[in-house]
């Protein structure tokens, strides 16, 4: 019974902005293009690196039109970062800037976005067209990459992917108000 509990309190201290685990992105597969209708399949997933879930054995899912994935991602270090993916038709939106749509395969969005280390940012990665299986009949996939502040690229590591909770958030809060009545 002891174990259960404790299973439960770190199941719920993943998503608490206090205890916050890395555990990647929400992943959302659609039927549908553009995210048409409901997802037919939401899993947890990190790091982004795939575009079929082929391996759930779940109905309807080798026909996967559209992806999103989303959460938060927590950086390592402070700087700038260049977010890259290798399809295209691909949106990359972090911290609240729309890093564009990538045009070319192979390098993906050249915008950057100023990351503070340590910090949870919101990001989002959709792909709202997945194109057809290849020549060979293998699925397109989808990796996201980043360049950080140092110029390494590499993929984005599930160490530094948060799922989405109303719990883990970096939005600046008002200052309190205080409102004095009116002098007699």
């Not at 947890?44 to 391996?55: I, Q």
């Not at 899912?61 to 559209?66: D, E, G, P």
Request: net charge positive; hydrophobic share 40%; glycine share 10%.
């Amino acid at each position: 019974m002891d174990s259960e509990l404790a299973r439960a309190a770190e199941r719920g201290n993943m998503c608490s902005g206090r205890e916050a685990k890395a555990a990647g992105l929400m992943a959302e597969y659609f039927a549908e293009p553009a995210f048409g209708g409901r997802p037919v399949v939401a899993r947890l997933e990190g790091p982004v690196e795939e575009a079929r879930p082929a391996d759930m054995g779940t109905p309807g899912v080798a026909n996967i039109r559209s992806v999103r994935w989303r959460g938060w991602i927590r950086p390592p270090l402070s700087g700038a970062y260049s977010f890259h993916a290798n399809q295209s038709g691909v949106t990359i939106t972090v911290a609240g800037q729309r890093l564009g749509e990538s045009a070319d395969g192979a390098t993906g969005p050249h915008e950057t976005v100023l990351l503070a280390a340590g910090r949870y940012h919101p990001i989002t990665v959709e792909w709202a067209a997945i194109s057809a299986p290849r020549g060979d009949g293998k699925p397109a996939t989808l990796s996201l990459s980043w360049t950080a502040p140092h110029g390494a690229r590499y993929v984005v590591p599930k160490t530094a992917l948060y799922p989405p909770s109303d719990t883990v958030t970096d939005a600046v809060r008002p200052a309190a108000t205080l409102t004095l009545p009116a002098p007699r």
